[in-house]
């Protein structure tokens, strides 16, 4: 059993040794050996040792409310005070075990995916500040930590994205994704404040107490709980500020894989998880529309796109609103599940991408061809013969996310699909739950199987460019395999991992879980609900799986239907999904100008009016009065009354100075005078 002193040490541990990576890397990293990719390598590979050593300790000894916490006082001003720590739990130990895992994949891919890249060194520094930023939200025990680490989150997104800033699309891109997810941190800080202000702690069980309590409740804890929602609408990417993650892409495929499958978009459902007992049941319902919307809204643009990774991108916002909206319907143990399967085949999936455009990039550097786009999927075309371990990985993903039998995504998105049923039933008139998340479901399996077809069966689209294809080296296949691998059914019906079992761990998790805000339901009703939901669920989500994969088949493969003859006759719909439904031109048109005009008008009458004629006049008649008053004290005041006193005096002084002649004889006359003048005053 490991003790909490061996917790304490392992946390910081894997907390720290990527920032120590970070410091080595960004300051030597050009000095050292292949430009320390090792030290970033070594230091993220502990940490997946020592993360699954918690993980292996957690099943070994498993206890449903196991919980350790340690802290230490950072600022204490009496009537003011907060503490720093981290609090480990099951949820916690998962959590780490899944960034751990995607992190270590992802520096592994790297190193021959950014092999020969310009800032070789900074790429691997700055994939270890993402890595320490993201376990130091899944660690935090406290409101003040979690925002500390959410916004370093932000800005490693920032530097990653922007990793190649030569290109204008990068740099954009990665300008785009930090300041809409700025847009959602102040949802999120207002958050915080109204809880502290309520409760008078950012601790998470104090304010869990507090809140259980009735310390906050009503459209307090409801603007509260909203407001801690909106920051992870920014992070994870909901409906409306998901535009920024499909320009995040501009970034390297890794970290595209990175972001998507465990860390940064992977917070927002983590937050909510996390601080689900906060959750009003009003706060609850607006989570289950957007992450409900948000799942149908993104299927419906990925169906159109043509590049491959926005396809895994549009996918990826799908799939958070699905466990978005698990969290909504009080399933939030499925939307954790759901984000544990995820991580494996989205991470999967974008490598397989990433060894795709690898290998395009190769055959087109080689016909010395800079014009034609890699991640095109329509320059793709039969790569199956010639990629073959990237093309079957990618289809065991595929079938994974599509929720096709004997793959994880099956188990996990079944549970989320059962909750939104479960929730319908009880509440008819939020029917549309499980319309967005069946509906979403159907799209998924089109689309997925749509990029599959596009990119590895059919004849070649480019012939001299499919010639110089080949599979991708194995440093870059290997985590392709274990992913894959991890996307099998049997890794989560093991003893205790089976959510849907009545002793699986996941369950007992469930049934651990009863802290939750008045009115919420309680987790033994969520688990009852979503039980007998759950055959149901699982018959519309395989027959609207088996629709989607029918449909691409028939249309991409035997060609049956013409995906360009749909295309037209559904006009002004297609030309919606395949433009984004036009949000960022509208965006720009209604938002940005509209604000960019206003700063403009703003900056006007701050610079040329109130500057020029209120600041600046008010200097210049303020220097009118200084001259004035100049004038009165240097010529009237000085020279007059002062300087001139000082003149007379000095003259009477020279006159008297003619007194003084050194002669008894003229002071013995001058005596007489005097006293003369006397006696005739007096005699008058």
Same mark, same amino acid.
């Given at each position: 059993m490991i003790t909490g002193n061996i917790i304490t040490d392992f946390c910081l541990l894997i907390l720290f040794l990527p920032l120590l990576a970070f410091a080595i890397n960004i300051f030597f990293g050009k000095r050292l050996p292949r430009q320390g990719d090792w030290v970033s390598v070594g230091s993220v590979l502990i940490t997946l040792i020592l993360s699954l050593s918690l993980l292996m300790n957690m099943f070994m000894n498993w206890d449903a409310n196991f919980s350790y916490e340690a802290q230490f006082s950072w600022i204490d001003l009496g009537a003011f005070k907060v503490e720093l720590g981290f609090w480990v739990d099951n949820i916690t130990i998962v959590m780490l075990a899944v960034v751990a895992l995607i992190s270590s994949m992802t520096h592994i891919f790297s190193l021959e995916y950014m092999k020969g890249d310009i800032r070789y060194s900074r790429y691997y520094a700055y994939l270890g500040l993402f890595t320490f930023s993201m376990n130091g939200i899944v660690l935090a025990n406290n409101l003040v930590s979690l925002y500390i680490f959410w916004e370093l989150v932000g800005v490693s997104s920032y530097l990653l994205i922007a990793h190649w800033f030569e290109k204008h699309s990068a740099a954009d891109a990665g300008k785009k994704a930090f300041l809409t997810n700025r847009v959602g941190d102040i949802g999120f800080f207002i958050g915080i404040m109204l809880i502290f202000t309520a409760i008078g702690s950012f601790n998470f069980q104090d304010v869990f107490a507090g809140v259980s309590q009735g310390m906050i409740s009503g459209t307090l804890l409801t603007l509260a709980g909203v407001g801690l929602f909106m920051g992870a609408v920014g992070k994870s990417s909901q409906f409306p500020l998901h535009i920024w993650l499909p320009d995040a892409m501009e970034g390297p495929t890794p970290v595209s894989a990175l972001m998507h499958a465990a860390t940064m978009v992977a917070a927002g459902v983590y937050l909510t998880v996390r601080l689900f007992p906060l959750f009003s049941p009003e706060a609850l319902t607006i989570i289950a529309y957007v992450g409900g919307f948000t799942a149908l809204f993104a299927a419906t643009i990925a169906i159109t796109q043509n590049d491959i990774k926005k396809v895994l991108a549009y996918s990826t916002v799908s799939q958070l609103g699905y466990m978005i909206l698990a969290v909504g319907v009080g399933n939030y143990v499925a939307a954790l599940f759901h984000l544990l399967t995820h991580a494996m085949f989205k991470a999967c999936l974008f490598y397989g991408s990433g060894s795709v455009i690898h290998a395009m990039h190769h055959s087109l550097h080689e016909l010395h061809d800079h014009d034609t786009d890699p991640q095109d999927m329509r320059n793709m075309g039969g790569f199956k013969t010639k990629m073959p371990i990237t093309h079957w990985t990618m289809v065991i993903s595929t079938l994974a996310i599509s929720g096709v039998p004997l793959f994880s995504g099956f188990l996990s998105k079944d549970a989320i699909l059962a909750g939104s049923l479960a929730f319908a039933q009880h509440h008819p008139q939020h029917f549309l739950l499980p319309v967005f998340g069946f509906g979403a479901a159907a799209i998924t399996a089109f689309y997925m199987f749509r990029l599959i077809f596009m990119t590895f069966h059919?004849?070649?689209?480019?012939?001299?460019?499919?010639?110089?294809?080949?599979?991708? %080296?194995?440093?870059?296949?290997? %985590?392709?395999?274990? !992913?894959?691998?991890?996307?099998?059914?049997?890794?989560?019906? !093991?003893?205790?991992?089976?959510?849907?079992?009545?002793?699986?761990?996941?369950?007992?998790?469930?049934? *651990?879980?009863? #802290? +939750?805000? %008045?009115?919420?339901?309680?987790?033994?009703?969520?688990?009852?609900?979503?039980?007998?939901?759950?055959?149901?669920?699982? *018959?519309? #989500?395989?027959?609207?799986?088996?629709?989607?994969?029918?449909? /691409?088949? !028939?249309?991409?493969? =035997?060609?049956?239907?013409? *995906?360009?003859?749909?295309?037209?006759?559904?006009?002004?719909?297609? =030309?919606? /999904?395949?433009?984004?439904?036009?949000?960022?031109?509208?965006?720009?048109?209604?938002?940005?100008?509209?604000?960019?005009?206003? /700063?403009?008008?703003?900056?006007? !009458?701050?610079? @040329?009016?109130? @500057?020029?004629?209120?600041?600046?006049?008010?200097?210049?008649?303020?220097?009118?009065? #200084?001259?004035?008053?100049?004038?009165? $004290?240097? @010529?009237?005041?000085?020279?007059?009354?002062? $300087?001139?006193?000082?003149?007379?005096?000095?003259?009477?002084?020279?006159?008297?100075?003619?007194?003084?002649?050194?002669?008894?004889?003229?002071?013995?006359?001058?005596?007489?005078?005097?006293?003369?003048?006397?006696? +005739?005053?007096?005699?008058?």
């Open positions: 059919g004849e070649p689209k480019l012939p001299k460019v499919f010639e110089g294809i080949h599979e991708s %080296p194995k440093v870059m296949t290997f %985590p392709l395999m274990l !992913l894959a691998g991890l996307s099998f059914f049997i890794f989560y019906t !093991l003893p205790y991992f089976n959510p849907i079992s009545d002793h699986g761990w996941f369950t007992e998790l469930i049934k *651990a879980g009863d #802290s +939750v805000a %008045p009115g919420n339901p309680t987790a033994h009703e969520i688990y009852d609900g979503v039980h007998h939901a759950h055959y149901p669920a699982m *018959a519309l #989500s395989l027959l609207v799986a088996g629709l989607g994969i029918g449909l /691409s088949y !028939l249309m991409y493969m =035997k060609h049956k239907f013409s *995906a360009e003859n749909w295309a037209r006759k559904m006009g002004f719909l297609y =030309k919606l /999904s395949l433009n984004k439904y036009f949000f960022d031109e509208n965006y720009n048109r209604f938002l940005y100008q509209p604000l960019l005009k206003l /700063s403009r008008a703003v900056a006007y !009458l701050d610079w @040329d009016l109130y @500057d020029k004629y209120f600041i600046n006049g008010f200097g210049r008649v303020t220097n009118l009065l #200084s001259k004035i008053t100049g004038r009165i $004290d240097y @010529d009237g005041l000085d020279q007059i009354l002062v $300087d001139g006193v000082g003149r007379s005096v000095r003259r009477l002084g020279k006159q008297l100075k003619q007194v003084q002649t050194g002669r008894l004889q003229n002071y013995m006359l001058f005596a007489l005078v005097g006293l003369i003048i006397i006696l +005739v005053i007096q005699t008058i």
